[in-house]
């Protein structure tokens, strides 16, 4: 049994990364309004992520394998748990584990259907994600299961985590934690059911619910 590769994007998507990274990685970008999650790491170039600049093309971003990102909204929890989050883009871990890892994430713009890269994250942040991504092959469920590795997203209460999908008829998804709000989360142990994820972060998600009624968000 294994971690099995979650359905391999559009191409389009995949070339979108490729470009992206053309332009960002260019040593004389200068950062404009970023944020981070932790210190504040050093903008990264080509070299720094065992890239070449000129060479970056469909088979480089896909090279680490894309995940599939899918977001579950506040509305969507009553009608179904964590299978009612909806597919809305694809992430992608570039360059060398040895050297370093930027991870980017791309969603389709719903008027145009063009593919843009949403995000970037970079230094220690990226780096931790790939090594957490990394160490789920070995845990003891994926010995005895196939899981579809998945992004989870609930922006609700800024919480990402890689989703075990469970394909088998006698289905137990998995949720491992890799990003809360700004804190790290190593998988430890046995990841939790998604049942039970959900039941922990209840509380949080009660609240963000309560702040969305009282907003009229």
């Known amino acids: 049994m294994s971690i099995i590769r979650s359905t391999t994007p559009p191409a389009k998507a995949s070339l979108a990364v490729a470009r992206a990274l053309q332009v960002f990685l260019q040593p004389d970008l200068k950062p404009q309004d970023e944020r981070y999650v932790g210190p504040q790491p050093s903008l990264p170039d080509a070299a ?73 994250y970079y230094g220690e942040h990226a780096n931790n994600v790939f090594t957490a991504k990394d160490k789920l092959k070995s845990l003891a469920q994926t010995q005895t299961r196939s899981y579809e590795l998945r992004i989870l997203v609930i922006p609700a209460i800024h919480v990402e985590a890689f989703w075990l999908f469970d394909r088998s008829p006698s289905a137990t998804d998995l949720v491992a934690v890799y990003v809360d709000g700004q804190r790290y989360v190593v998988p430890a142990g046995n990841p939790p059911s998604a049942a039970t994820f959900l039941c922990s972060v209840e509380p949080r998600l009660q609240l963000a619910a309560a702040s969305a009624r009282r907003h009229g968000t």
Not at 60 to 85: C, F, K, M, W
């Open 48 to 120: 720094s992520l065992g890239l070449d600049l000129t060479s970056i093309d469909v088979a480089t971003v896909e090279q680490h394998g894309p995940l599939g990102v899918y977001t579950l909204h506040l509305n969507d929890l009553s009608g179904g748990g964590i299978r009612a989050a909806v597919p809305t883009g694809w992430g992608f871990l570039v360059g060398d584990p040895k050297q370093g890892i930027i991870l980017c994430t791309v969603a389709q713009q719903p008027v145009t259907g063009a593919w843009r890269l949403t995000s970037a």
